[in-house]
C-alpha cells in the first residue's frame, strides 16, 4: 500500500553514498556495496580502527590515526572517541545523499 511505498522510499532516503577515499576505508573493514546507513558507516569506522589497531591499548578512548588513511580524511594525527565533532566533520565532507 502506499504507506509502505512510503516507507521503503524513506528507508532508501537515510542512504549515503561515501567518496571514494571513505569508501576504500569501508571496504578494508569488510563493507560491501556503495549506499549505506550513517549507522553502517559508524560500524565500520569502529571496525576499521580496531582491525588497524589504531586505538591505544591503555587509553582505549584514543584513536592514532596519525599515517593511517583514517588520519588524512580526518586531517588529525590523534582524536578521542570522547569528542565525535572531527569525525563528523570529516562525514560531511566525504558523504553524499544517496537519494534517487
Ligand atoms: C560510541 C562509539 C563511537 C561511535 C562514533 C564516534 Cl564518532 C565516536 C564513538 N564508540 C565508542 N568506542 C568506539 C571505539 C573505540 C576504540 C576502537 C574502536 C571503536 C566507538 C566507535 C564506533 C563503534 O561502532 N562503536 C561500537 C561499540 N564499540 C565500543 C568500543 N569497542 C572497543 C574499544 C577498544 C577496545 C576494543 C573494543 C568496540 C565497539 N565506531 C567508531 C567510529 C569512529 Cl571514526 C570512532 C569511534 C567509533
Excluded: W
Excluded at 549515503?16 to 569488510?30: D, E
Amino acid at each position: 500500500a502506499a504507506e509502505n511505498a512510503c516507507r521503503i522510499a524513506l528507508g532508501q532516503a537515510n542512504q549515503v553514498r561515501p567518496k571514494l577515499p571513505l569508501l576504500k576505508i569501508l571496504q578494508a573493514a569488510g563493507a560491501q556495496g556503495e549506499t549505506f546507513t550513517l549507522k553502517e558507516v559508524m560500524h565500520y569506522l569502529g571496525q576499521y580502527i580496531m582491525v588497524r589497531q589504531l586505538y591505544d591499548k591503555r587509553q582505549q578512548h584514543m584513536v592514532y590515526c596519525g599515517g593511517d588513511q583514517l588520519g588524512e580524511l580526518l586531517g588529525l594525527e590523534s582524536f578521542s572517541v570522547k569528542d565525535p565533532s572531527p569525525v563528523y566533520e570529516m562525514l560531511k565532507r566525504n558523504l553524499t545523499s544517496a537519494a534517487v
